[in-house]
């Protein structure tokens, strides 16, 4: 039995930014609310956003254009879920992929606390070294707490508190929510440094240490981190602060990916980044090596995968 579920989105005018295109904070959020639709059946009760491996933005969509969301679950551990999602634009009689993304959910009781899963999907050998690599990457991030704007060329801060308004049920922020807000963060980043429009083209992996809740402070810390021709990839490490205590919790760092446009919506050169120390000289070189592998799996992705 195959465990699947899809939702129409139609784009309205505010949905998109100034220039046209449906917002990618948005875009991303309408992949996850899916997948979280699909969780909920799966799990039959509350759960989180554990992890993301990427979400890819491939084509804009736009007003009055209609995005059929389709999420499907690849395996299940103990209390997780590994689901795929892909965003279908409608143009007139035909389906063009618009994004695609794979990201893990965990279900969670009441006390927001993993729970055991009743149905089984069996994984494989490829969605297992896929497990492997999230749970090593959230071994390093636990260990990591640090400021990553120090020590970076160009960087800015993002910091807002969060409202009810943001929240999940049980009384956690919405991963949607949050992608949002990331996006809106990190876009600023890449608006400032290259100095004009830029798209949002994919998020990295995230993996997710600790949740946020509502009354916390968020602070998302933006900086360029790499520069290519026309685009440029903004790390954001996520903190939430107990604004009572002044506790500050690590909650996840990511990547996104951005292109300079134009006024006409096309590419445009952008300066470029200069490593100016040994720490941004290192994530620099890490960003260009990963860049090279995201590209080979958004190749990957659009040549298999089709919206029938």
């Given at each position: 039995?195959?465990?699947?579920?899809?939702?129409?989105?139609?784009?309205?005018?505010?949905?998109?930014?100034?220039f046209?295109?449906?917002?990618?904070?948005?875009y991303?959020?309408?992949?996850?609310?899916?997948?979280?639709?699909?969780?909920?059946?799966?799990?039959?009760?509350?759960?989180?956003?554990?992890?993301?491996?990427?979400?890819?933005?491939f084509?804009?969509?736009?007003?009055?254009?209609?995005?059929?969301?389709?999420?499907?679950?690849n395996?299940?551990?103990?209390?997780s879920?590994?689901?795929?999602?892909?965003?279908?634009?409608?143009?007139?009689?035909?389906?063009?992929?618009?994004?695609?993304?794979?990201?893990?959910?965990?279900?969670?009781?009441?006390?927001?606390?993993?729970?055991?899963?009743?149905?089984?999907?069996?994984?494989?050998?490829?969605?297992?070294?896929?497990?492997?690599?999230?749970?090593?990457?959230?071994?390093?991030?636990?260990?990591?707490?640090q400021?990553?704007?120090?020590?970076?060329?160009?960087?800015?801060?993002?910091i807002?508190?969060?409202?009810?308004?943001?929240?999940?049920?049980?009384?956690?922020?919405?991963?949607?929510?949050?992608?949002?807000?990331?996006?809106?963060a990190?876009?600023?980043?890449?608006?400032?440094?290259?100095?004009?429009?830029?798209?949002?083209?994919?998020?990295?992996?995230?993996?997710f240490?600790?949740?946020?809740?509502?009354?916390?402070?968020?602070?998302?810390?933006?900086a360029?981190?790499?520069?290519?021709?026309?685009?440029?990839d903004?790390?954001?490490?996520?903190?939430?602060?107990?604004?009572?205590?002044?506790?500050k919790?690590v909650?996840?760092?990511?990547?996104?990916?951005?292109?300079?446009?134009?006024?006409?919506?096309?590419?445009?050169?952008?300066?470029?980044?200069?490593?100016?120390?040994?720490?941004?000289?290192?994530?620099?070189?890490?960003?260009?090596?990963?860049?090279?592998?995201?590209?080979?799996?958004?190749?990957?992705?659009?040549?298999?995968?089709?919206?029938?």
């Amino acid at each position: 039995m195959s465990y699947k579920t899809e939702n129409y989105y139609n784009v309205f005018p505010w949905h998109v930014n100034h220039f046209g295109s449906l917002h990618g904070g948005i875009y991303m959020s309408w992949l996850i609310d899916t997948a979280g639709i699909l969780m909920s059946n799966v799990s039959k009760g509350n759960y989180l956003l554990a992890s993301v491996d990427y979400l890819f933005l491939f084509k804009p969509a736009r007003i009055g254009d209609i995005l059929r969301v389709v999420a499907k679950a690849n395996a299940t551990w103990n209390s997780s879920v590994e689901i795929e999602v892909k965003g279908c634009i409608k143009k007139e009689d035909k389906e063009e992929l618009g994004a695609f993304g794979l990201m893990t959910y965990v279900a969670v009781d009441e006390n927001n606390k993993p729970r055991k899963l009743d149905i089984k999907i069996p994984s494989n050998d490829i969605i297992e070294k896929r497990r492997i690599e999230r749970l090593e990457r959230k071994k390093r991030l636990t260990l990591d707490n640090q400021d990553l704007l120090p020590g970076m060329s160009f960087g800015k801060s993002y910091i807002r508190t969060i409202y009810p308004e943001h929240g999940f049920g049980n009384g956690i922020l919405y991963a949607g929510k949050m992608y949002t807000m990331l996006d809106e963060a990190l876009a600023i980043v890449a608006k400032l440094y290259s100095k004009g429009n830029a798209f949002t083209v994919s998020a990295g992996y995230a993996d997710f240490i600790t949740p946020v809740k509502i009354g916390d402070i968020l602070e998302i810390q933006g900086a360029v981190e790499y520069t290519g021709n026309t685009s440029l990839d903004v790390g954001g490490k996520v903190f939430a602060i107990n604004h009572y205590t002044g506790e500050k919790r690590v909650v996840t760092y990511t990547i996104f990916s951005f292109v300079a446009i134009d006024e006409n919506g096309k590419p445009r050169q952008i300066q470029r980044l200069y490593p100016a120390s040994e720490k941004e000289k290192q994530i620099f070189d890490m960003r260009e090596k990963e860049r090279e592998e995201r590209i080979k799996i958004s190749k990957k992705i659009q040549s298999e995968t089709t919206c029938d």
